[in-house]
């Protein structure tokens, strides 16, 4: 019999419009350090969905995968940078913020929203060149740091990436007040 054979193709389901959304609202709803963030979200589609198709936590988790790669969300995009983040989150000693990272910022009033000065949202690979960069070189290197580490990534200049950094620090911060961190997803 054919029974068995139907989980083989269970991440080629099919996502609707209104599955897409509700995966997209479901993740905002559901950050990262959520308990068992993808089958709660999986179960959160699926009770809300008219599709009456049935995910399971790997269905979504693909899906947010795809729509990451294909682009087309901002949202699972920043939801991409807050893991990828969480290397900061553990290289960052608690409650310091040292001098170099906070004195340039004081040319520049942020804007409530964080915007990137160049205008395109920061992609996986900028994001790993930033993180590896700001290993590479550490904050001891005072001022001369951030242009060592903005040469590292094509595109985007100093004030980007001092940018781009207290952004994801912001992040962090708001994130360390729900500390239930999830470790699965990690690669």
């Given at each position: ?12 389901k ?9 995966l ?20 959160w589609?699926?009770?809300?969905s ?9 269905d ?12 087309q ?28 990272e ?12 964080f ?17 590896q ?5 550490p ?48 690669k």
């Amino acid at each position: 019999s054919m029974n068995g054979q139907t989980n083989n193709v269970s991440s080629k389901k099919h996502w609707s419009y209104d599955d897409i959304q509700l995966l997209i609202k479901a993740i905002k709803l559901f950050p990262a350090g959520t308990q068992d963030r993808w089958a709660v979200i999986a179960k959160w589609v699926n009770d809300k969905s008219t599709s009456g198709v049935t995910r399971n936590h790997r269905d979504v988790i693909g899906k947010a995968k795809d729509l990451q790669n294909s682009d087309q969300s901002q949202t699972l995009r920043e939801e991409a940078n807050k893991n990828a983040f969480k290397t900061l989150e553990k290289n960052q000693p608690k409650g310091t913020q040292p001098s170099d990272e906070s004195d340039p910022s004081q040319r520049f009033d942020a804007p409530r929203t964080f915007v990137d000065l160049n205008a395109n949202p920061w992609n996986n690979e900028e994001q790993q060149l930033l993180e590896q960069a700001m290993k590479t070189y550490p904050s001891s290197l005072g001022t001369e740091r951030w242009d060592l580490i903005s040469k590292c990534i094509p595109n985007r200049s100093r004030t980007d990436c001092i940018e781009r950094y207290k952004y994801l620090v912001k992040l962090v911060k708001s994130k360390n007040e729900a500390k239930t961190v999830v470790h699965k997803n990690k690669k």
